[in-house]
């Protein structure tokens, strides 16, 4: 069965902190790795990876992949209380045709 | 540029009552999903469609149904409404099978009573 695994599933921080998400999968065919931010209603997109080693990055947000151990990070660096939210890492699996979420981990950033 | 609308934005439903939730993409995407949000559980594939004309089954289908006669639009069907279908359910798309960019609409928040 197709896994999808995030932790924590819960942070608080202070703001100006740096943060880690993790992300950990088991697919049968990995095809990439996306991860989203979801704030009130929709999610939406920040990264798509599909090879390991290469570090996205956007602004305060960096996110990589390694796919020999089957995880990714998402880092977020001097965080602001617009950080707050629940940060969704979702895989591409081929054949299937589908994108398997893991559970999200809400992020909340305290001033 | 709309994008995915989802129609209604909330809805209140009787237990055993049909429902067809509604979902239009603009974009011209190949690709549409239905998936379901409960808290602690992420988001959860109900059906997807590759193409027009195609469905399949996610890894929660029961109790729903859907079709794609046009590539804009991805109706849901509750047939029979039950309480633990209670939920926020999202529509997305992307313009190439599963691994790229999904485009989700803003949700319907669906409470079966």
């Known amino acids: 069965e197709d896994k999808v695994v995030q932790s924590p599933l819960s942070l608080v921080v202070h703001e100006g902190d740096t943060v880690t998400l993790n992300c950990s999968y088991e697919v049968t065919n990995f095809r990439s790795l996306l991860w989203y931010k979801q704030e009130k209603k929709a999610p939406t997109f920040l990264f798509m990876l599909t090879s390991s080693g290469i570090e996205k990055k956007s602004g305060r947000l960096s996110s990589i992949l390694d796919k020999k151990e089957l995880f990714s990070i998402l880092n977020i660096t001097a965080t602001q209380t617009g950080d707050s939210a629940i940060y969704l890492c979702?895989?591409?699996?081929?054949?299937?045709?589908?994108?398997?979420f893991g559970q999200g981990t809400r992020l909340t950033i305290n001033p | 540029t709309a994008g995915i609308t989802q129609a209604p934005t909330s809805q209140i439903l009787a237990a055993g009552r049909s429902m067809t939730l509604r979902c239009t993409q603009d974009m011209r995407h190949n690709a549409m999903y239905w998936y379901r949000q409960d808290l602690g559980l992420g988001l959860r594939l109900i059906h997807y469609s590759n193409t027009a004309g195609t469905t399949g089954k996610g890894e929660v289908p029961d109790g729903y149904s859907v079709s794609r006669a046009n590539t804009d639009d991805f109706p849901l069907t509750l047939a029979s409404a039950v309480p633990s279908q209670t939920s926020v359910y999202f529509c997305?798309?992307?313009?190439?099978?599963?691994?790229?960019?999904?485009?989700f609409g803003q949700g319907t928040r669906l409470t079966v009573v």
């Open positions: 979702a895989v591409g699996v081929s054949g299937a045709q589908k994108l398997v």
């Open positions: 997305a798309s992307s313009d190439r099978s599963a691994g790229s960019e999904a485009f």
